[in-house]
């Protein structure tokens, strides 16, 4: 049974059982651990600059981890309390709180930039909706739309019922006609979308292009064992990995578990060279995008058809519709063409899944002037999904990204990218 | 075709003493130290103070016939943002483009690069990768051989936003 | 950080005499900002960051990119030379610390 970009095919029924405990072999700040300050709060231990906060109370994509959705509260508008609208605006606008303008355009030269994940508000006051509809909207979408990708910010207590109650105000007083565009990149509709880096393989354009000759080094060098990767995969990494990268993630059997070529050089390195490679190092990164790069313009090719594979697929899958965190969301809720996918959240376009989103991972991040893998990725979202991270090697990961994967085959590899 | 060299690196180069830094000041007129404590080409400053300090009080005319100046309308981040400036000019001995000055209004930093040609650069044609604060006028400011002075401006919108920032 | 001051130089593979030829260089550098302490006062220290770049063809110099703290990260530069003889073309990336970066590239004609 093939998963080829189709995004309603049916696959097994996931089954959780037998999955080996995993201990992370990652660097100390991807391992999603936790130390405890010396005022006894919990603080999360991360990458330099990413926020520690913990979001314990909310559900995570550990397979062990059986909590759903906080559950929907269904709320009055206090009564007593003077909405705002001009509090309702900047509250609207903040980027502290959603902000709303990120899914939601309304009028202003100073909103920017606005997002279309969610409808456009403009003119919501012309509907003459009662209060008590939007609070309960605002406050937990949930109660009229069950299926929605709105955060429940109320209930999640992002937003205070004072709060809430000046947006509400500010909403109506949202009426039409509304003044014509000056300025065609305000309005996500009319909005250009981003150009990208060029050309992710010139190496005057990618910084990444030359890091990765690091892993020449790497690869030819003598490890603690006496060994190189050069000794057993002879005639150099061009020759030796080619290919080899187009079928990872796959399912090994030594390791009971889906890999990728990140977390089996964890493995792979210490028995062979003797060298340490652990995810999310300078070492593995760099190695990884040595590897990967020897099947730039070959077509992804991981397996989906083997029983181990189909399993891991199906909970793959699970993974990727799965609402989790603060926010209540999951990937599917901006990722497929039946969500957000092509729209814009902020400033930013969603990406489309099934359009395949792996094959030019690791990838340089300029924002951040950084290598990043898939896992590093994963690790990012959970932070505006407001959802503690799992380590950077977890088996969940590698089979949600063997999910994302199943959608780049057949498009060929080309390592590493260049993306904001 | 890319070509490539790998030079000592800094430490190593520190190591060699004085020679290397004495190499150093003989072709651009600058100690290591001295570097330190020159006055720098950029400053923390307003584009005002910024433009009087490069340019005086000297009429900057409109060079849109003759400059043009490539940037995004919206820069996807601040960190990285590719500009490309080209000036239509002979490039001769007798005419040519003696400097292409890049300026972003809103940067802490506001004086970007200040590009020095010879004719035999063929053309007027740079680009550079460069830092934006905030949303805000990056201008391109062209001194020509005779000292005539040219501007245009664009206004760039930097974004934010999604899962990644 | 190991890989300060690697450089990658992109010329076209092609030449021919007289061509005006575009140039794509490219330096590993962190080009350091400017840090303020937590009442927003900018930290005084030096800041390591490419401040100058000279092109030499044919031992002459063509262009100099005086730079600052608002250029970009692993710094992306380009320009043109007019190609009238073989010979070298030098990118030489000076930073504020006395660190010295080059790279080069053999003119030839086909």
Same mark, same amino acid.
């Given at each position: ?6 995004? &309603? ?17 990652? =660097? ?7 130390? =405890? ?8 231990? *991360? ?22 959705? $906080? ?17 309702? %605006?900047?509250?609207?606008?903040? *980027?502290?709180?959603? $902000? ?15 997002? !279309? ?9 012309? %509907? ?25 910010? &109320?209930? +999640? ?17 949202? #009426?039409?006609?509304? @003044?014509?565009? #000056?300025?065609?990149?305000? /309005? ?16 005057? /354009? ?19 064992? &006496? ?26 059997? @030594? ?11 964890? +493995? ?53 519709? *799965? ?29 489309? +899944? ?36 799992l380590a950077a090697d977890s088996i969940e990961y590698a089979e949600l990204e063997l999910y994302l994967t199943a959608f780049d085959n057949g498009k060929p590899v080309s390592v590493p990218g260049i993306r904001h | 075709m890319s070509d490539r060299t790998r030079i000592p690196r800094r430490q190593a180069l520190m190591a060699l003493g004085a020679l290397a830094a004495g190499a150093a000041a003989g072709r651009f007129g600058v100690t ?11 400053? !923390? ?15 900057? #005319? ?22 490309? +400036?080209?000036?239509?000019? $002979? ?26 040609? @010879?004719?035999? @650069? ?31 401006? *664009? ?11 | ?12 593979? =092609? ?14 550098? $962190? ?16 800041? /390591?960051?490419? /401040? ?27 320009? =043109? ?8 073309? #030098? ?20």
């Amino acid at each position: 049974m093939l998963v080829a970009g189709c995004a &309603g095919t049916s696959l097994d029924a996931p089954d959780y059982r037998g999955i080996p405990k995993w201990t992370s072999r990652a =660097t100390p700040e991807a391992r999603g651990d936790f130390r =405890t300050s010396a005022d006894g709060t919990r603080v999360a231990v *991360r990458y330099p600059g990413w926020i520690t906060r913990d979001f314990d109370r909310y559900p995570t994509y550990a397979y062990g981890d059986e909590r759903i959705d $906080p559950p929907v509260q269904r709320v009055t508008m206090p009564a007593g309390v003077a909405g705002d609208a001009q509090k309702g %605006r900047a509250l609207f606008l903040s *980027r502290s709180k959603g $902000p709303c303008i990120g899914c939601h355009l309304v009028p202003g030269d100073d909103v920017w930039p606005a997002g !279309n994940a969610g409808p456009d508000q403009s003119t919501i006051g012309d %509907r003459k909706l009662p209060d008590q509809y939007l609070y309960q909207v605002i406050w937990d979408a949930r109660a009229y739309f069950p299926k929605t990708m709105m955060p429940p910010w &109320g209930t +999640v207590g992002v937003l205070s019922p004072e709060e809430v109650v000046h947006i509400v105000a500010y909403l109506q007083t949202l #009426k039409g006609p509304v @003044a014509p565009e #000056k300025d065609r990149e305000r /309005n996500p509709v009319t909005r250009p979308k981003p150009a990208g880096f060029g050309d992710n393989l010139d190496p005057t /354009n990618n910084p990444a292009v030359v890091l990765a000759d690091d892993g020449e080094a790497l690869w030819s060098a003598r490890g603690p064992s &006496g060994k190189a990767c050069a000794d057993c995969h002879e005639g150099g990494a061009a020759r030796a990995m080619r290919g080899v990268a187009t079928r990872y993630p796959k399912f090994l059997k @030594a390791y009971e578990r889906v890999m990728s070529v990140e977390d089996f050089l964890e +493995v792979h390195a210490p028995e062979t060279t003797g060298r340490t490679m652990a995810s999310q190092s300078a070492d593995n990164l760099d190695m990884t995008m040595y590897v990967k790069r020897a099947s730039n313009g070959l077509p992804v090719s991981v397996d989906v058809t083997s029983p181990e594979a189909r399993a891991a697929l199906a909970r793959g899958k699970v993974t990727f519709y *799965r609402k989790v965190g603060e926010r209540n969301h999951s990937c599917a809720d901006c990722h497929t063409r039946e969500t957000a996918a092509g729209k814009f959240l902020g400033g930013r376009v969603l990406a489309d +899944v099934t359009a395949g989103l792996t094959r030019h991972f690791p990838t340089w991040r300029t924002d951040r002037a950084e290598v990043w893998d898939m896992r590093k990725r994963f690790q990012w979202c959970m932070t505006p999904l407001g959802m503690n991270m799992l380590a950077a090697d977890s088996i969940e990961y590698a089979e949600l990204e063997l999910y994302l994967t199943a959608f780049d085959n057949g498009k060929p590899v080309s390592v590493p990218g260049i993306r904001h | 075709m890319s070509d490539r060299t790998r030079i000592p690196r800094r430490q190593a180069l520190m190591a060699l003493g004085a020679l290397a830094a004495g190499a150093a000041a003989g072709r651009f007129g600058v100690t290591d130290a001295h570097a330190q404590s020159a006055p720098t080409f950029g400053q !923390n400053e307003s584009v005002q103070d910024a433009m009087k300090r490069l340019f005086g009080g000297k009429t900057i #005319k409109d060079g849109s016939a003759v400059i043009k100046l490539d940037i995004p309308l919206i820069a996807e981040n601040g960190s990285v943002v590719p500009v490309a +400036v080209s000036v239509d000019s $002979p490039m001769t001995t007798s005419s040519y483009v003696k400097y292409i000055y890049i300026v972003a209004d809103k940067n802490r930093i506001p004086v970007v690069t200040r590009v020095t040609l @010879a004719p035999e @650069a063929g053309k007027a044609s740079v680009g550079a990768n460069i830092r934006l604060g905030e949303t805000g006028e990056v201008r391109a400011i062209v001194e020509q051989s005779d000292g005539t002075l040219l501007q245009v401006a *664009r206004d760039v919108k930097v974004t934010v936003g999604g899962c990644g920032g | 950080m190991s890989d300060i001051g690697k450089v990658r130089l992109r010329i076209p593979s =092609t030449i021919k005499p007289g061509d005006v030829v575009q140039v794509r260089s490219l330096v590993i550098h $962190p080009m350091e900002r400017i840090e303020r302490d937590a009442q927003g006062k900018i930290i005084q220290k030096t800041y /390591n960051y490419i /401040n100058k770049v000279t092109v030499t063809y044919l031992g002459k110099t063509i262009a100099v990119f005086d730079t600052t703290q608002s250029v970009s990260e692993n710094p992306f530069f380009s320009f =043109t030379f007019k190609a009238t003889d073989p010979g070298q073309l #030098k990118v030489e990336f000076l930073d504020t610390t006395g660190g010295r970066y080059e790279g080069t590239a053999d003119i030839k004609f086909s």
